[in-house]
């Protein structure tokens, strides 16, 4: 009996990380909505793509991770800079 999972099929690990990658992309998306210029937005959109493109396609799971922490870091102080210029 043939299994009917492709053989290209993501592993759970590998499944969860992509989630996590995912997660990250949207929630720049949700903080953008609060960034007032629409220049400034749109600028700000294309790096945010750009960043995740460029990695597009990377495999090592330390680099992923060290990605995804540095994501994290860099969504924390766009977050602080946006609570800052709306006070």
Same mark, same amino acid.
């Given at each position: 009996?043939?299994?009917?999972?492709?053989?290209? %099929?993501?592993?759970? !690990?590998?499944?969860?990380?992509?989630? /996590? @990658?995912?997660?990250?992309?949207?929630?720049?998306?949700?903080?953008?909505?609060?960034?007032?210029?629409?220049?400034?937005?749109?600028?700000?959109?294309?790096?945010?793509? %750009?960043?995740?493109? !460029?990695?597009?396609?990377?495999?090592? /799971? @330390?680099?992923?991770?060290?990605?995804?922490?540095?994501?994290?870091?860099?969504?924390?102080?766009?977050?602080?800079?946006?609570?800052?210029?709306?006070?």
């Amino acid at each position: 009996m043939s299994s009917k999972i492709p053989k290209n %099929a993501m592993s759970l !690990k590998q499944f969860m990380v992509h989630q /996590e @990658v995912l997660k990250l992309y949207r929630n720049f998306f949700r903080s953008l909505r609060e960034v007032e210029s629409p220049s400034d937005r749109q600028q700000l959109q294309k790096w945010v793509q %750009a960043d995740f493109r !460029k990695y597009k396609h990377e495999t090592d /799971e @330390v680099t992923i991770r060290n990605l995804i922490v540095n994501g994290e870091r860099a969504l924390k102080e766009l977050r602080q800079s946006l609570a800052l210029s709306r006070s």
